[in-house]
């Protein structure tokens, strides 16, 4: 069954810290990973996409990396601000079948605190 | 212009209601999505168009009539609705190119309570 799973499912962090949030996904074959971020309310923001052959990707302070051969990836946000505080949704995309299907993962719930 | 609208932001109806969900977008995208989402739950695809033609349903109760009017606009027609169908019902849209990894853009999304 393909499945995205994420953790943690809730992180706190102050302030100017570092954080990582995982992704792991068991979708095949495999397209490309998206992650995205939800602020409450409000539609999901593509932060960054990666295909198979890529392993690394920023945008600004967020930098996302994919090991396709174990089916993970990791957002790494640096020096996090309050406005970072929002759901991180890693989102997989198959190859063939209902292509434009997207599998969602279930979000890390981020909350920067001053 | 890289938006996706959608009206109205909030929306309330009663269970015997007919209410309508729009969308638009003006990047040329070809393909138009409808999602729902509960509370702390990821979105949930139901419908997709590609090229103006429905390609996916969900199995999603026909109380959801969805339709595609031209290339740039997307709505959701809802009828009888039950109050577990208050959501957030969100679009996206992406260029329609299955050999590419296109991002799907949303919308702010439509807030809806049934009572």
């Known amino acids: 069954k393909n499945q995205v799973e994420q953790s943690p499912q809730s992180l706190i962090i102050l302030e100017g810290k570092n954080c990582t949030l995982q992704?792991?996904?068991?979708?095949?074959?495999?397209?490309?990973l998206r992650w995205y971020k939800q602020d409450t309310g409000r539609g999901p923001v593509s932060l960054t996409i990666m295909t198979f052959s890529e392993n690394t990707k920023s945008n600004g302070r967020y930098t996302a990396t994919l090991d396709a051969d174990t089916k993970q990836s990791s957002l790494h946000i640096t020096a996090s601000q309050l406005s970072d505080s929002a759901s991180y949704i890693c989102v997989v995309r198959g190859y063939g079948g209902a292509t434009n299907k997207l599998i969602f993962g279930t979000g890390t719930l981020l909350a920067v605190q001053p | 212009d890289t938006e996706v609208t959608q009206t109205p932001k909030h929306l309330v109806m009663g269970m015997t209601n007919k209410k309508s969900l729009k969308c638009e977008q003006h990047m040329g995208h070809r393909a138009m999505y409808w999602y729902k989402q509960k509370a702390k739950k990821p979105p949930e695809l139901m419908f997709v168009y590609s090229y103006e033609k429905l390609s996916i349903n969900e199995s999603v109760p026909s109380r959801f009539s969805p339709e595609c009017p031209n290339s740039s606009l997307l709505n959701l027609h809802l009828h009888a609705l039950q109050p577990e169908d208050s959501a957030l019902y969100l679009c996206?849209?992406?260029?329609?190119?299955?050999?590419?990894?296109?991002?799907?853009?949303f919308g702010p999304g439509t807030r809806l309570l049934v009572l």
């Open positions: 996206a849209s992406s260029q329609d190119r299955s050999d590419l990894p296109t991002t799907q853009y």
């Open positions: 992704c792991n996904y068991t979708v095949s074959p495999f397209s490309n």
